[in-house]
């Protein structure tokens, strides 16, 4: 998965429009504009397609804790220069405040059962002998699940691929 399909299935989930993802950005201290949003949102064969770097899906993913959870204050964290599946799939467990139960239950949703001790090594230190690489199939797994959670009756555009 791209960050551009995350981004894209995030503002789908959500239902986000421009402003709001714009609004985003900015509660992690970063400016972007609306057409830097439309560039990444583009499909990949679009000839005005940007694609979207590890720093900004971060930057957009704390800002997505900041909106859900509120600021904290002091300092924001940094955003990581190099992202992977465990922490954007840790990052969006963050930011809905979802427990380990609440967690599985959305994976189960979309088809896929795992154990707890599964579901922990995905959030553990790279360095941890229990870690586990959440794989795209993980990954694109709960984010079907969160929407079926968060828009159950609605059927994604047809150009829109869970694939």
């Known amino acids: 998965m791209t960050n551009n399909d995350i981004l894209r299935r995030i503002r789908y989930i959500f239902d986000f429009n421009d402003l709001k993802m714009i609004t985003i950005f900015s509660l992690a201290d970063y400016k972007v504009t609306r ?4 560039d990444w949102l583009k499909k990949d064969d679009d000839p005005a397609y940007k694609a979207c770097n590890d720093s900004q899906l971060a930057i957009f993913l704390n800002g997505l804790i900041n909106h859900k959870r509120g600021k904290r204050d002091g300092p924001q964290p940094k955003p990581e220069a ?7 799939f840790r990052k969006l467990k963050i930011a ?18 795992i154990s707890k001790h599964e ?26 699940g969160l929407q079926l959670k968060y828009r159950p009756a ?8 869970w694939d």
């Open 35 to 38: 057409e830097q949003i439309s």
């Open 82 to 88: 190099k992202l992977n599946n465990n922490i954007i």
């Open 96 to 113: 809905l405040n979802l427990k380990e139960e609440e967690t599985l239950a959305i994976l189960k949703s979309a088809g896929l059962v």
């Open 119 to 144: 579901l922990s090594a995905f959030f553990r230190r790279e360095d941890h002998k229990h870690y586990r690489v959440c794989k795209d199939q993980i990954l694109r797994n709960f984010l079907k």
């Open 154 to 161: 609605e059927t994604p555009p047809a150009d829109f691929s």
